[in-house]
């Protein structure tokens, strides 16, 4: 009779589904509406809420201390566990021209989504042509550029440390499902005094919730069958 026993184990692609389904649902929530007033066109993201507060006169005149960057850590939050999703265990010296090589060919989508990720920390052109001069927009070229070599950094040392990568990803998301709240509880007030009136939650705020909050689970969940599997 064939073996009709189950497998405790998960299979890879399942395991693969449970990672990149949350990761997918931040990146859609953060670009997704967080606020939903009538008018269509003030359906306003994440992303867009990083330009739009600049323009509320409650944020320029200091009545609401909000900055650039408490609506760009949930996007660098996103860079980050992108980075962490790259697949494969390496060994060698991060270094070595095979491990590169291997790295580069087997997680090209994961390093140029967390690269496309970063970038767009990076303020707009043309303001990022004159945003080392301006107070305003130097912090939010400083994030970006950091970003981008950490991102890389990250990818590198996940494929080389695959055992640490679940606590990583669990760290990362839950600054990132911090940082996503925060930024809707600063966003919303002054969003409101322009609209006279509050805005409902949009789907995209509950979907990033909901996908940081998923990439906790999913990695404490990986954690713990990595260390059952060296216990036993």
């Known amino acids: 009779m064939p073996d009709s026993r189950v497998s405790p184990h998960p299979s890879r692609f399942a395991l693969r589904a449970s990672r990149l389904i949350p990761l997918a649902l931040a990146w859609l929530g953060y670009f997704g509406p967080w606020l939903w007033p009538v008018p269509v066109a003030l359906r306003l993201s994440g992303y867009d809420l990083v330009e739009w507060l600049t323009f509320a006169q409650s944020v320029r005149d200091g009545t609401y201390p909000i900055t650039r960057l408490d609506m760009l850590w949930p996007l660098a ?6 980075a962490l999703a790259v697949t494969g265990s390496f060994t060698g010296s991060v270094t070595s021209p095979r491990f590169l090589g291997a790295f580069a060919v087997q997680n090209w989508a994961a390093i140029l989504l967390s690269l496309f990720a970063a970038f767009l920390i990076l303020p707009g052109y043309p303001f990022i042509l004159t945003a080392a001069s301006d107070a305003e927009l130097r ?4 994030l970006g550029l950091t970003a981008i070599p950490t991102v890389l950094v990250v990818a590198a040392w996940a494929a080389a440390r695959p055992r640490w990568v679940p606590i990583a990803r669990v760290a990362v998301a839950l600054l ?10 600063l966003a919303r007030q002054p969003i409101a005094d322009i609209l006279t009136r509050p805005a409902p939650v949009g789907w995209g705020l509950v979907a990033a919730i ?3 909050a998923a990439v906790i689970v999913v990695g404490s969940c990986d954690f713990s069958r990595f260390l059952a599997a060296h216990h036993d």
Not at 77 to 82: E, H, K
Not at 139 to 142: A, T
Not at 176 to 185: K, P
């Open 77 to 82: 939050g996103i860079a980050l566990i992108t």
């Open 139 to 142: 912090p939010q070229l400083v």
């Open 176 to 185: 990132s499902l911090a940082a996503t709240l925060r930024a809707y509880a």
């Open 210 to 212: 909901v996908g940081f």
